[in-house]
Protein backbone atom coordinates (compact mmCIF):
# COMPACT_ATOMS: atom_id res chain seq x y z
CA UNK A 1 0.00 0.00 0.00
CA UNK A 2 1.46 3.32 -1.25
CA UNK A 3 0.99 6.58 1.03
CA UNK A 4 0.43 9.87 -0.90
CA UNK A 5 0.07 13.44 1.09
CA UNK A 6 -2.56 16.10 0.46
CA UNK A 7 -2.46 19.81 1.23
CA UNK A 8 -6.06 21.18 1.58
CA UNK A 9 -5.71 24.77 1.25
CA UNK A 10 -8.59 27.69 2.18
CA UNK A 11 -11.37 26.86 -0.50
CA UNK A 12 -9.82 29.10 -3.04
CA UNK A 13 -6.97 27.04 -3.44
CA UNK A 14 -7.44 23.05 -5.24
CA UNK A 15 -5.89 20.24 -3.66
CA UNK A 16 -2.88 18.99 -5.46
CA UNK A 17 0.02 16.43 -4.77
CA UNK A 18 2.83 17.05 -2.20
CA UNK A 19 5.50 14.55 -3.59
CA UNK A 20 8.43 15.45 -0.94
CA UNK A 21 6.47 14.63 1.89
CA UNK A 22 7.46 12.09 3.55
CA UNK A 23 4.97 9.86 5.57
CA UNK A 24 6.54 8.79 9.29
CA UNK A 25 5.92 5.07 8.81
CA UNK A 26 5.89 3.43 5.68
CA UNK A 27 4.50 -0.11 6.98
CA UNK A 28 1.10 -1.29 5.96
CA UNK A 29 -0.97 -2.24 8.81
CA UNK A 30 -0.17 -5.90 9.64
CA UNK A 31 -3.69 -7.82 7.73
CA UNK A 32 -5.38 -11.43 9.03
CA UNK A 33 -6.07 -13.52 6.26
CA UNK A 34 -9.75 -12.99 6.34
CA UNK A 35 -11.59 -9.73 5.25
CA UNK A 36 -9.02 -6.86 5.17
CA UNK A 37 -10.55 -3.85 5.03
CA UNK A 38 -11.24 -1.60 2.12
CA UNK A 39 -12.05 1.43 3.69
CA UNK A 40 -9.39 4.03 3.78
CA UNK A 41 -8.07 5.55 7.26
CA UNK A 42 -7.99 9.48 7.26
CA UNK A 43 -6.21 11.45 9.64
CA UNK A 44 -5.66 15.21 10.04
CA UNK A 45 -3.62 17.66 11.70
CA UNK A 46 -4.55 20.89 11.81
CA UNK A 47 -2.48 24.55 11.51
CA UNK A 48 -3.82 27.52 11.17
CA UNK A 49 -3.43 27.78 7.63
CA UNK A 50 -3.77 24.31 6.13
CA UNK A 51 -4.34 20.57 6.88
CA UNK A 52 -2.09 17.69 5.94
CA UNK A 53 -4.38 14.85 5.02
CA UNK A 54 -3.05 11.57 4.42
CA UNK A 55 -4.66 8.62 3.50
CA UNK A 56 -3.99 4.77 1.86
CA UNK A 57 -4.28 4.36 -1.31
CA UNK A 58 -5.27 1.15 -3.21
CA UNK A 59 -3.80 0.48 -6.59
CA UNK A 60 -7.15 1.13 -8.08
CA UNK A 61 -7.42 4.49 -6.87
CA UNK A 62 -6.98 7.74 -9.27
CA UNK A 63 -6.33 11.35 -7.53
CA UNK A 64 -8.19 11.52 -3.80
CA UNK A 65 -9.83 14.61 -4.69
CA UNK A 66 -11.81 12.60 -7.20
CA UNK A 67 -12.97 9.46 -5.10
CA UNK A 68 -16.12 10.35 -3.53
CA UNK A 69 -15.86 7.07 -1.16
CA UNK A 70 -12.16 8.56 0.44
CA UNK A 71 -12.90 12.74 0.97
CA UNK A 72 -15.72 14.71 0.02
CA UNK A 73 -15.67 18.68 0.88
CA UNK A 74 -17.60 19.86 3.98
CA UNK A 75 -17.52 23.21 5.23
CA UNK A 76 -13.89 23.30 3.72
CA UNK A 77 -12.57 20.43 5.16
CA UNK A 78 -12.05 16.75 4.44
CA UNK A 79 -14.70 13.85 5.63
CA UNK A 80 -13.96 10.40 5.19
CA UNK A 81 -15.82 7.52 5.47
CA UNK A 82 -13.67 5.99 7.86
CA UNK A 83 -13.47 9.05 10.29
CA UNK A 84 -17.19 8.31 11.19
CA UNK A 85 -15.69 5.03 12.40
CA UNK A 86 -12.49 6.09 14.15
CA UNK A 87 -14.68 9.02 15.86
CA UNK A 88 -12.52 11.67 14.20
CA UNK A 89 -13.95 15.15 15.36
CA UNK A 90 -12.94 18.65 15.82
CA UNK A 91 -12.75 20.11 18.97
CA UNK A 92 -13.95 19.00 22.95
CA UNK A 93 -16.33 16.77 23.49
CA UNK A 94 -18.66 16.72 26.66
CA UNK A 95 -19.52 13.50 28.16
CA UNK A 96 -22.86 13.45 26.50
CA UNK A 97 -20.99 14.32 22.95
CA UNK A 98 -18.62 11.54 23.83
CA UNK A 99 -21.27 8.78 24.31
CA UNK A 100 -22.97 9.12 21.15
CA UNK A 101 -19.82 9.39 19.19
CA UNK A 102 -18.93 5.97 21.35
CA UNK A 103 -22.76 4.75 19.89
CA UNK A 104 -21.91 5.97 16.21
CA UNK A 105 -18.31 4.20 16.22
CA UNK A 106 -19.84 1.29 17.51
CA UNK A 107 -22.83 0.94 14.76
CA UNK A 108 -20.08 1.82 12.22
CA UNK A 109 -18.00 -1.47 13.61
CA UNK A 110 -20.93 -3.43 13.45
CA UNK A 111 -21.77 -2.71 9.73
CA UNK A 112 -18.20 -3.09 8.90
CA UNK A 113 -17.99 -6.16 10.44
CA UNK A 114 -21.12 -7.80 9.67
CA UNK A 115 -20.02 -9.03 6.27
CA UNK A 116 -16.96 -10.69 7.41
CA UNK A 117 -19.00 -13.13 9.83
CA UNK A 118 -19.61 -14.98 7.06
CA UNK A 119 -16.43 -15.78 6.66
CA UNK A 120 -16.15 -17.10 9.47
CA UNK A 121 -19.11 -19.22 10.06
CA UNK A 122 -18.67 -21.42 7.27
CA UNK A 123 -15.35 -23.69 7.82
CA UNK A 124 -17.61 -24.60 11.81
CA UNK A 125 -21.03 -24.72 10.32
CA UNK A 126 -19.69 -27.82 7.83
CA UNK A 127 -18.48 -29.39 10.75
CA UNK A 128 -21.69 -28.77 12.89
CA UNK A 129 -23.62 -29.81 10.15
CA UNK A 130 -22.20 -33.17 10.64
CA UNK A 131 -22.05 -33.48 14.24
CA UNK A 132 -25.98 -32.63 13.72
CA UNK A 133 -27.05 -35.92 11.33
CA UNK A 134 -24.73 -37.98 12.44
CA UNK A 135 -26.30 -37.44 15.97
CA UNK A 136 -29.58 -38.52 14.64
CA UNK A 137 -28.53 -42.15 14.29
CA UNK A 138 -25.43 -43.59 16.46
CA UNK A 139 -23.48 -42.25 19.45
CA UNK A 140 -20.57 -44.28 18.22
CA UNK A 141 -20.64 -42.54 15.04
CA UNK A 142 -20.96 -39.59 17.04
CA UNK A 143 -17.89 -39.98 19.45
CA UNK A 144 -15.85 -41.04 16.39
CA UNK A 145 -16.17 -37.74 14.97
CA UNK A 146 -14.02 -35.94 17.75
CA UNK A 147 -10.82 -37.24 17.22
CA UNK A 148 -11.60 -37.60 13.24
CA UNK A 149 -11.94 -33.80 13.28
CA UNK A 150 -8.94 -33.13 14.91
CA UNK A 151 -7.15 -34.99 11.79
CA UNK A 152 -9.30 -33.17 9.45
CA UNK A 153 -10.38 -29.28 10.65
CA UNK A 154 -7.76 -29.08 13.76
CA UNK A 155 -4.38 -30.27 11.65
CA UNK A 156 -5.55 -27.88 8.70
CA UNK A 157 -5.19 -24.74 10.50
CA UNK A 158 -1.34 -26.13 10.71
CA UNK A 159 -1.34 -24.82 7.26
CA UNK A 160 -3.10 -21.18 7.70
CA UNK A 161 0.24 -19.57 7.37
CA UNK A 162 -0.06 -19.94 3.92
CA UNK A 163 -3.24 -17.52 3.98
CA UNK A 164 -1.40 -14.83 6.12
CA UNK A 165 1.47 -14.92 3.59
CA UNK A 166 -0.53 -14.80 0.05
CA UNK A 167 -2.80 -12.59 1.29
CA UNK A 168 0.87 -10.18 2.93
CA UNK A 169 2.63 -10.63 -0.74
CA UNK A 170 -0.44 -10.03 -2.68
CA UNK A 171 -1.38 -6.86 -1.43
CA UNK A 172 2.54 -5.36 -1.07
CA UNK A 173 2.40 -6.16 -4.83
CA UNK A 174 -0.47 -4.31 -5.81
CA UNK A 175 0.52 -1.68 -4.13
CA UNK A 176 3.10 -1.24 -6.32
CA UNK A 177 1.16 -1.82 -9.47
CA UNK A 178 3.06 -4.93 -10.26
CA UNK A 179 0.80 -7.36 -11.53
CA UNK A 180 3.50 -10.07 -13.16
CA UNK A 181 4.88 -9.81 -9.08
CA UNK A 182 1.08 -10.89 -8.14
CA UNK A 183 0.85 -13.66 -10.48
CA UNK A 184 4.58 -15.05 -9.36
CA UNK A 185 3.60 -14.71 -5.62
CA UNK A 186 0.47 -16.82 -6.46
CA UNK A 187 1.94 -19.16 -8.45
CA UNK A 188 4.58 -19.97 -5.62
CA UNK A 189 2.11 -19.90 -3.15
CA UNK A 190 -0.03 -22.85 -5.03
CA UNK A 191 2.26 -24.80 -5.46
CA UNK A 192 3.15 -24.90 -2.09
CA UNK A 193 -0.86 -25.80 -0.93
CA UNK A 194 -0.89 -28.72 -3.48
CA UNK A 195 2.44 -29.94 -2.26
CA UNK A 196 0.94 -29.84 1.11
CA UNK A 197 -2.14 -30.70 0.33
CA UNK A 198 -0.46 -33.85 -1.53
CA UNK A 199 1.35 -34.88 1.52
CA UNK A 200 -1.33 -34.29 3.79
CA UNK A 201 -3.77 -37.01 1.29
CA UNK A 202 -0.53 -39.24 1.79
CA UNK A 203 -0.54 -38.87 5.70
CA UNK A 204 -4.30 -39.68 5.81
CA UNK A 205 -3.79 -42.91 3.39
CA UNK A 206 -1.24 -44.46 5.01
CA UNK A 207 -0.66 -42.92 9.12
CA UNK A 208 -4.48 -41.95 9.73
CA UNK A 209 -5.55 -45.10 11.54
CA UNK A 210 -2.38 -45.19 13.77
CA UNK A 211 -2.84 -41.19 14.33
CA UNK A 212 -6.39 -42.34 15.57
CA UNK A 213 -5.54 -45.19 17.51
CA UNK A 214 -2.46 -43.25 19.46
CA UNK A 215 -5.07 -40.42 20.19
CA UNK A 216 -7.88 -42.03 21.13
CA UNK A 217 -6.27 -45.16 23.12
CA UNK A 218 -6.53 -48.44 23.49
CA UNK A 219 -10.07 -48.20 26.06
CA UNK A 220 -11.73 -46.55 22.68
CA UNK A 221 -10.37 -48.66 19.84
CA UNK A 222 -14.26 -49.62 18.42
CA UNK A 223 -14.46 -46.03 17.83
CA UNK A 224 -11.23 -46.03 15.41
CA UNK A 225 -13.10 -48.13 12.46
CA UNK A 226 -15.84 -45.40 12.12
CA UNK A 227 -13.53 -42.43 12.48
CA UNK A 228 -10.87 -43.78 9.88
CA UNK A 229 -13.63 -43.83 7.48
CA UNK A 230 -14.38 -40.33 7.95
CA UNK A 231 -10.60 -39.16 7.62
CA UNK A 232 -9.83 -41.15 4.85
CA UNK A 233 -12.65 -39.80 2.85
CA UNK A 234 -12.04 -36.13 4.06
CA UNK A 235 -8.54 -36.84 3.21
CA UNK A 236 -9.10 -37.16 -0.34
CA UNK A 237 -10.12 -33.00 -0.22
CA UNK A 238 -6.78 -32.07 1.06
CA UNK A 239 -4.82 -30.52 -2.08
CA UNK A 240 -8.38 -29.03 -3.01
CA UNK A 241 -8.97 -27.20 -0.01
CA UNK A 242 -5.25 -25.60 0.85
CA UNK A 243 -5.09 -24.75 -2.65
CA UNK A 244 -8.59 -23.04 -1.94
CA UNK A 245 -7.40 -21.26 0.95
CA UNK A 246 -4.73 -19.53 -1.12
CA UNK A 247 -6.72 -18.94 -4.24
CA UNK A 248 -9.59 -17.27 -1.10
CA UNK A 249 -6.79 -15.29 0.87
CA UNK A 250 -5.19 -13.59 -2.99
CA UNK A 251 -8.75 -12.89 -3.05
CA UNK A 252 -8.91 -11.05 -0.25
CA UNK A 253 -5.67 -9.45 -0.68
CA UNK A 254 -7.53 -7.67 -4.15
CA UNK A 255 -9.86 -5.73 -1.49
CA UNK A 256 -13.01 -8.88 -2.78
CA UNK A 257 -14.51 -10.87 0.14
CA UNK A 258 -17.65 -11.73 -2.20
CA UNK A 259 -16.40 -14.10 -4.08
CA UNK A 260 -14.86 -16.05 -1.29
CA UNK A 261 -17.95 -15.76 0.48
CA UNK A 262 -20.39 -17.24 -2.46
CA UNK A 263 -17.86 -19.98 -2.79
CA UNK A 264 -18.84 -20.88 1.19
CA UNK A 265 -22.02 -20.42 1.07
CA UNK A 266 -22.50 -22.57 -2.08
CA UNK A 267 -20.03 -25.41 -0.24
CA UNK A 268 -22.25 -24.90 2.81
CA UNK A 269 -25.33 -25.20 1.43
CA UNK A 270 -24.34 -28.60 -0.89
CA UNK A 271 -22.43 -30.12 2.35
CA UNK A 272 -25.65 -29.26 4.45
CA UNK A 273 -27.93 -31.08 1.46
CA UNK A 274 -25.37 -33.95 0.99
CA UNK A 275 -25.35 -34.80 4.57
CA UNK A 276 -29.11 -34.70 4.81
CA UNK A 277 -29.32 -37.39 1.37
CA UNK A 278 -26.31 -39.50 2.37
CA UNK A 279 -26.98 -39.67 5.90
CA UNK A 280 -30.68 -39.89 6.72
CA UNK A 281 -32.24 -40.98 4.06
CA UNK A 282 -29.66 -43.57 2.02
CA UNK A 283 -28.48 -44.63 5.70
CA UNK A 284 -24.89 -44.35 4.76
CA UNK A 285 -23.83 -42.54 7.85
CA UNK A 286 -20.65 -41.35 8.92
CA UNK A 287 -19.45 -42.42 5.23
CA UNK A 288 -22.28 -40.39 3.83
CA UNK A 289 -21.32 -37.07 5.95
CA UNK A 290 -17.72 -37.30 4.86
CA UNK A 291 -18.74 -37.72 1.25
CA UNK A 292 -20.58 -34.36 1.43
CA UNK A 293 -17.96 -32.59 3.06
CA UNK A 294 -15.42 -33.31 0.74
CA UNK A 295 -17.38 -32.76 -2.29
CA UNK A 296 -18.31 -29.05 -0.98
CA UNK A 297 -14.79 -28.51 -0.37
CA UNK A 298 -13.84 -29.52 -3.73
CA UNK A 299 -16.35 -27.36 -5.31
CA UNK A 300 -15.56 -24.59 -2.79
CA UNK A 301 -12.01 -24.32 -3.95
CA UNK A 302 -12.95 -24.59 -7.12
CA UNK A 303 -14.98 -21.55 -7.25
CA UNK A 304 -12.05 -19.72 -5.45
CA UNK A 305 -9.92 -20.79 -8.42
CA UNK A 306 -12.49 -18.85 -10.78
CA UNK A 307 -13.18 -15.80 -9.09
CA UNK A 308 -9.27 -15.50 -8.90
CA UNK A 309 -8.85 -16.10 -12.92
CA UNK A 310 -12.16 -13.41 -13.70
CA UNK A 311 -9.61 -10.87 -11.78
CA UNK A 312 -7.15 -11.62 -14.84
CA UNK A 313 -4.89 -14.02 -13.20
CA UNK A 314 -3.87 -17.45 -13.95
CA UNK A 315 -4.93 -19.92 -10.83
CA UNK A 316 -3.87 -23.02 -12.80
CA UNK A 317 -0.21 -21.66 -13.11
CA UNK A 318 1.98 -22.99 -10.85
CA UNK A 319 5.66 -22.27 -9.63
CA UNK A 320 8.23 -23.57 -7.69
CA UNK A 321 9.63 -21.18 -4.81
CA UNK A 322 13.29 -20.76 -4.35
CA UNK A 323 14.77 -21.49 -1.11
CA UNK A 324 14.92 -18.47 -0.39
CA UNK A 325 10.55 -17.43 -1.10
CA UNK A 326 9.87 -20.39 0.85
CA UNK A 327 11.68 -18.90 3.63
CA UNK A 328 10.53 -15.55 3.92
CA UNK A 329 6.53 -17.27 3.69
CA UNK A 330 7.35 -19.06 6.81
CA UNK A 331 8.77 -16.12 8.21
CA UNK A 332 5.78 -13.76 7.34
CA UNK A 333 3.76 -16.02 9.40
CA UNK A 334 5.91 -17.22 12.35
CA UNK A 335 4.33 -15.68 15.26
CA UNK A 336 0.65 -15.86 14.27
CA UNK A 337 1.65 -19.54 13.38
CA UNK A 338 2.76 -20.28 16.90
CA UNK A 339 -0.31 -18.59 18.17
CA UNK A 340 -2.40 -20.99 16.31
CA UNK A 341 -0.94 -23.97 16.91
CA UNK A 342 -1.33 -23.00 20.53
CA UNK A 343 -4.82 -22.95 20.34
CA UNK A 344 -5.45 -25.61 17.98
CA UNK A 345 -3.05 -28.23 20.32
CA UNK A 346 -5.33 -27.10 23.55
CA UNK A 347 -8.71 -27.63 21.65
CA UNK A 348 -6.69 -31.20 20.59
CA UNK A 349 -5.53 -32.34 24.24
CA UNK A 350 -9.53 -31.43 25.19
CA UNK A 351 -10.43 -33.97 22.81
CA UNK A 352 -7.92 -36.28 24.03
CA UNK A 353 -8.40 -36.24 27.47
CA UNK A 354 -12.14 -36.34 27.04
CA UNK A 355 -11.81 -39.86 25.11
CA UNK A 356 -10.53 -41.15 28.53
CA UNK A 357 -14.19 -40.49 30.10
CA UNK A 358 -16.01 -43.06 27.62
CA UNK A 359 -18.59 -43.41 24.28
CA UNK A 360 -21.20 -41.42 25.90
CA UNK A 361 -18.88 -38.79 27.52
CA UNK A 362 -17.04 -38.31 24.32
CA UNK A 363 -19.74 -37.97 22.26
CA UNK A 364 -21.08 -35.26 24.47
CA UNK A 365 -18.34 -33.26 24.28
CA UNK A 366 -17.89 -33.29 20.47
CA UNK A 367 -21.61 -31.96 20.37
CA UNK A 368 -20.05 -29.43 22.76
CA UNK A 369 -16.99 -28.34 21.47
CA UNK A 370 -18.95 -27.99 17.94
CA UNK A 371 -21.56 -25.87 18.98
CA UNK A 372 -19.00 -23.62 21.09
CA UNK A 373 -16.85 -23.14 17.75
CA UNK A 374 -19.73 -22.28 15.81
CA UNK A 375 -20.19 -19.79 18.83
CA UNK A 376 -16.94 -18.19 19.04
CA UNK A 377 -16.57 -17.26 14.75
CA UNK A 378 -19.17 -14.52 15.40
CA UNK A 379 -16.16 -12.33 17.73
CA UNK A 380 -13.25 -13.08 14.54
CA UNK A 381 -14.87 -10.09 13.23
CA UNK A 382 -13.93 -7.86 16.08
CA UNK A 383 -10.44 -8.90 15.85
CA UNK A 384 -10.48 -8.09 12.01
CA UNK A 385 -11.90 -4.93 12.51
CA UNK A 386 -9.10 -3.90 14.85
CA UNK A 387 -6.09 -5.05 12.65
CA UNK A 388 -7.77 -2.80 9.78
CA UNK A 389 -8.02 0.32 11.72
CA UNK A 390 -5.37 0.73 14.59
CA UNK A 391 -2.60 0.15 12.31
CA UNK A 392 -3.24 4.29 11.30
CA UNK A 393 -3.69 5.11 14.62
CA UNK A 394 -1.10 4.07 16.46
CA UNK A 395 1.85 4.49 13.57
CA UNK A 396 0.44 6.72 11.02
CA UNK A 397 1.02 10.31 10.30
CA UNK A 398 -1.22 11.99 12.37
CA UNK A 399 -0.72 9.03 15.55
CA UNK A 400 -3.79 10.07 17.91
CA UNK A 401 -3.04 7.05 20.86
CA UNK A 402 -6.74 8.56 22.21
CA UNK A 403 -8.76 7.88 19.11
CA UNK A 404 -7.18 4.16 19.24
CA UNK A 405 -8.16 3.66 22.72
CA UNK A 406 -12.01 4.97 22.20
CA UNK A 407 -11.51 2.41 19.24
CA UNK A 408 -10.51 -0.30 21.82
CA UNK A 409 -13.64 0.67 24.04
CA UNK A 410 -15.91 0.66 21.37
CA UNK A 411 -14.52 -2.76 20.45
CA UNK A 412 -14.72 -4.42 24.29
CA UNK A 413 -18.12 -2.68 24.56
CA UNK A 414 -19.24 -4.68 21.39
CA UNK A 415 -17.42 -7.54 22.30
CA UNK A 416 -19.18 -7.75 25.72
CA UNK A 417 -22.35 -7.57 24.44
CA UNK A 418 -21.80 -10.12 21.91
CA UNK A 419 -20.22 -12.34 24.13
CA UNK A 420 -23.62 -12.25 26.40
CA UNK A 421 -25.54 -12.90 23.98
CA UNK A 422 -24.06 -16.00 22.81
CA UNK A 423 -23.35 -16.94 25.93
CA UNK A 424 -26.93 -17.07 26.48
CA UNK A 425 -27.83 -18.27 22.76
CA UNK A 426 -25.55 -20.69 22.73
CA UNK A 427 -26.01 -22.50 26.18
CA UNK A 428 -29.82 -22.41 25.62
CA UNK A 429 -29.69 -24.57 22.46
CA UNK A 430 -27.91 -27.47 24.36
CA UNK A 431 -29.86 -27.30 27.21
CA UNK A 432 -33.45 -26.64 26.00
CA UNK A 433 -32.88 -28.46 22.74
CA UNK A 434 -30.62 -31.29 23.10
CA UNK A 435 -32.64 -33.83 21.04
CA UNK A 436 -31.36 -31.79 17.64
CA UNK A 437 -28.26 -33.71 18.36
CA UNK A 438 -29.06 -36.76 19.83
CA UNK A 439 -31.69 -38.78 21.57
CA UNK A 440 -29.63 -40.46 23.35
CA UNK A 441 -30.59 -39.82 27.07
CA UNK A 442 -26.96 -40.42 28.59
CA UNK A 443 -25.10 -37.92 25.96
CA UNK A 444 -27.58 -35.09 26.74
CA UNK A 445 -26.88 -35.95 30.54
CA UNK A 446 -23.02 -35.55 30.09
CA UNK A 447 -23.93 -32.33 27.62
CA UNK A 448 -26.21 -30.90 30.80
CA UNK A 449 -22.99 -31.36 32.81
CA UNK A 450 -20.67 -28.93 31.33
CA UNK A 451 -23.66 -26.04 30.91
CA UNK A 452 -21.90 -24.05 33.41
CA UNK A 453 -18.13 -23.72 32.29
CA UNK A 454 -19.67 -23.65 28.62
CA UNK A 455 -21.00 -20.52 29.24
CA UNK A 456 -18.62 -19.02 31.03
CA UNK A 457 -15.82 -19.84 28.46
CA UNK A 458 -17.44 -18.41 26.00
CA UNK A 459 -18.91 -14.88 27.32
CA UNK A 460 -15.22 -13.93 27.31
CA UNK A 461 -13.96 -14.76 23.91
CA UNK A 462 -15.70 -12.06 21.78
CA UNK A 463 -13.98 -9.31 24.11
CA UNK A 464 -10.83 -11.38 24.02
CA UNK A 465 -10.68 -11.03 20.31
CA UNK A 466 -11.09 -7.75 20.59
CA UNK A 467 -7.87 -7.34 22.60
CA UNK A 468 -5.84 -9.70 20.60
CA UNK A 469 -6.62 -7.94 17.09
CA UNK A 470 -5.39 -5.04 19.08
CA UNK A 471 -2.05 -6.68 19.77
CA UNK A 472 -1.50 -7.75 16.23
CA UNK A 473 -2.66 -4.63 14.86
CA UNK A 474 0.00 -2.83 17.29
CA UNK A 475 3.36 -5.67 15.64
CA UNK A 476 3.31 -6.55 19.32
CA UNK A 477 3.58 -10.20 17.87
CA UNK A 478 6.54 -11.44 20.31
CA UNK A 479 4.29 -11.07 23.43
CA UNK A 480 1.11 -12.66 22.13
CA UNK A 481 2.85 -15.69 20.62
CA UNK A 482 4.47 -16.08 24.47
CA UNK A 483 1.16 -15.33 26.20
CA UNK A 484 -0.65 -17.76 24.19
CA UNK A 485 2.37 -20.83 24.53
CA UNK A 486 2.30 -20.12 28.31
CA UNK A 487 -1.55 -19.82 28.52
CA UNK A 488 -1.67 -23.20 26.43
CA UNK A 489 1.54 -25.01 28.62
CA UNK A 490 -0.59 -24.01 31.78
CA UNK A 491 -3.46 -25.30 30.46
CA UNK A 492 -2.29 -28.09 29.37
CA UNK A 493 -0.76 -29.12 33.11
CA UNK A 494 -4.51 -28.40 34.39
CA UNK A 495 -6.12 -30.81 31.82
CA UNK A 496 -3.59 -33.45 32.88
CA UNK A 497 -4.66 -32.55 37.05
CA UNK A 498 -7.82 -32.78 36.29
CA UNK A 499 -7.79 -35.73 34.59
CA UNK A 500 -6.01 -37.76 36.89
CA UNK A 501 -8.16 -36.99 39.60
CA UNK A 502 -11.22 -38.14 37.56
CA UNK A 503 -13.07 -34.81 37.26
CA UNK A 504 -14.60 -36.19 34.33
CA UNK A 505 -15.57 -33.89 31.60
CA UNK A 506 -16.62 -31.14 33.62
CA UNK A 507 -12.91 -30.64 35.04
CA UNK A 508 -12.02 -30.70 31.42
CA UNK A 509 -14.10 -28.00 30.59
CA UNK A 510 -13.07 -25.31 33.23
CA UNK A 511 -9.90 -26.20 32.15
CA UNK A 512 -10.83 -24.40 29.01
CA UNK A 513 -13.10 -21.61 31.08
CA UNK A 514 -8.90 -20.96 32.75
CA UNK A 515 -7.48 -21.13 28.68
CA UNK A 516 -9.83 -18.04 27.63
CA UNK A 517 -9.81 -16.18 30.78
CA UNK A 518 -6.16 -16.06 31.02
CA UNK A 519 -5.67 -15.09 27.39
CA UNK A 520 -8.37 -12.14 28.26
CA UNK A 521 -6.62 -10.64 31.09
CA UNK A 522 -3.29 -11.32 30.09
CA UNK A 523 -4.21 -9.37 26.75
CA UNK A 524 -5.56 -6.64 28.85
CA UNK A 525 -3.09 -5.91 31.14
CA UNK A 526 -0.65 -5.73 28.11
CA UNK A 527 -2.39 -3.20 26.68
CA UNK A 528 -3.19 -1.74 30.10
CA UNK A 529 0.21 -1.14 31.04
CA UNK A 530 2.33 1.90 30.96
CA UNK A 531 4.79 0.59 27.69
CA UNK A 532 2.19 -1.10 26.08
CA UNK A 533 1.11 -0.06 22.38
CA UNK A 534 -1.93 2.32 23.14
CA UNK A 535 -0.34 4.30 26.18
CA UNK A 536 3.87 4.21 25.05
CA UNK A 537 5.77 6.60 22.20
CA UNK A 538 8.69 3.78 22.08
CA UNK A 539 7.48 1.82 19.41
CA UNK A 540 11.31 0.23 19.50
CA UNK A 541 10.42 -2.53 21.38
CA UNK A 542 7.82 -4.36 18.92
CA UNK A 543 8.29 -5.83 15.76
CA UNK A 544 8.12 -2.24 12.94
CA UNK A 545 9.58 -4.45 10.13
CA UNK A 546 7.93 -4.48 6.96
CA UNK A 547 6.09 -7.60 6.12
CA UNK A 548 6.53 -8.20 2.34
CA UNK A 549 8.54 -10.56 -0.21
CA UNK A 550 12.20 -9.64 -1.11
Avoid at 88 to 102: D, H, K, L, M, T
Avoid at 160 to 165: H, Q, R
Avoid at 233 to 244: D, E, M, Q
Avoid at 531 to 542: P, R, V
Wanted: hydrophobic share 45%; aromatic share 10%; net charge neutral.
Amino acid sequence: MQFKTLIVRPSYTPLFQNPTQRPLSPFPPFHAPLFPSNLSLTSRLKSRRNRIITACISPTDELIDNDPEISGENDGGIVSVSEKLLGVAEGGESGSEERQSIWNQMMEIVKFSGPATGLWICGPLMSLIDTVVIGQGSSIELAALGPATVICDYMSYTFMFLSIATSNMVATSLARKDKDEVQHHISNLLFIGFTCGCLMLLFTKFFGSWALTAFTGPKNAHVVPAANTYVQIRGLAWPALLIGWVAQSASLGMKDSWGPLKALAVASVVNGIGAIVLCSFLGYGIAGAAWATMASQVIAGYMMIDSLNKKGYNAFSISVPSPHELLTVLGLAAPVFLTLMSKVAFYSLLIYFSTSTGTHTMAAHQVMVQTFCMCTVWGEPLSQTAQSFMPELIYGVGRNLEKARMLLKSLVIIGAILGLLLGIVGTCVPWLFPKIFTHDQNVIQEMHKVLIPYFLALVVTPPTHSLEGTLLAGRDLKFISLSMTGCFSMGALFLLLVSSRGYGLPGCWFGLVAFQWARFFLSLRRILSPNGILYSDDLSQYNLEKLRAT
